[in-house]
């Protein structure tokens, strides 16, 4: 998988130059390369720079980030009982700039998408990523494509917008194969559709089929979803997979941003400190190249609807 470098001067007041050119970075986006921005055109004062690296995460052994939630405009991951309020109410301030900031940004980058878009959670990354000591299934350093446990996305797509705001240290990610090519390694080629109102047996039966065990209880999924969270588990439980996988090291410089579909595209952080992030899930109905989905691309293997 590659990266597609974007400088200031391919934009236009910030914007692509055309609806063409619009299109084109969505499209390479969806086929899983990563869009990066040598110079972040997110706005950050110095200030609030300064801020975001005095802090420290006061609450990981619950939450692995600091979340800021844009649409409730809610904190979590910090300890309020213990924090100071002034400081904890400064951070959700400079969270909900942030989380704006992205988004205007992205309405006028990503034309195609700007209808039939969903604004999910902001994080905060204060933590050092290498050797941090988490429980597998939320170990970072571990290559995984995204799903979230209590946030099913019925297609959807997770599309991620990332600022490394480290005073000096790259943030080092690897990037693996593209998500069809990982599927189609572990699933065999065939499997049969099941009938009328076993669509979560499909699930199931898929998920069983490559060796992802059962399905995960509670919250209420489509077989989609419930694959996807498995999948999440079983890249992340391989060692095999997580030994022998191609691995495309990337190395994100201070004051950069980049952006990736962390759905499909296989990725860990071996290393970094301080970084923020938007997410947005894309409706299937925005997309230039469904093809590439993951949703279309199980369902091509299912040979079903898993919606
Ligand atoms: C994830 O959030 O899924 C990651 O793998 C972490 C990426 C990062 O924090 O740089």
């Given amino acids: 998988m590659g990266l597609v470098t974007i400088e200031r001067e391919y934009l236009v007041d910030g914007k692509p130059s055309s609806d063409a050119q619009a299109r084109d970075w969505c499209a390479q986006l969806e086929a899983g390369e990563i869009l990066y921005f040598p110079q ?39 300890d309020t009982k213990t924090a100071d309020t002034q400081a904890v109410a400064r951070l959700q301030g400079i969270m909900r700039g942030y989380s704006r900031s992205v988004t205007e940004f992205l309405t006028g980058f990503l034309t195609p998408y700007r209808a039939n878009w969903q604004l999910d959670y902001a994080s ?14 939320k170990r970072n350093d571990l290559l995984h494509t995204d799903a979230f446990p209590t946030r099913p996305t019925y297609g959807a797509r997770i599309l991620r917008f990332f600022n490394n705001i480290h005073p000096t240290r790259t943030r080092d990610w690897v990037v693996g194969d593209p998500f069809e090519q990982v599927v189609r390694q572990f699933a065999p080629s065939q499997i049969a559709p099941q009938p009328d109102g076993a669509g979560s047996k499909l699930g199931k039966s898929l998920g069983r089929a490559i060796g992802l065990g059962a399905a995960i209880p509670s919250i209420k999924r489509s077989p989609y979803d419930d694959f996807m969270m498995r999948f999440h588990n079983f890249l992340k439980e ?24 962390t759905d499909t595209v296989p990725h860990a952080v071996l290393a970094g400190q301080y970084a923020l992030e938007q997410t947005f899930l894309v409706k299937p109905e925005a997309l230039v190249a469904p093809e590439h989905s993951p949703l279309k691309v199980l369902e091509a293997i299912a040979g079903t609807a898993l919606i």
């Fill in 124 to 137: 905060f990354r204060p933590q050092e990523e290498q050797g941090r000591d988490l429980a597998l299934r």
């Fill in 238 to 261: 391989n060692e095999s997979f997580q030994r022998d996988c191609v691995k495309h090291p990337w190395q994100f410089p201070s004051g950069s941003s980049w952006m990736v579909y």
């Fill in 40 to 78: 972040t055109p997110i706005a950050i004062s110095p200030d609030d720079l300064q801020f975001l690296l005095g802090q420290q995460q006061t609450d990981s052994s619950l939450h692995k980030n600091i979340a800021y939630k844009p649409n409730i405009d809610k904190l979590s991951g910090v």
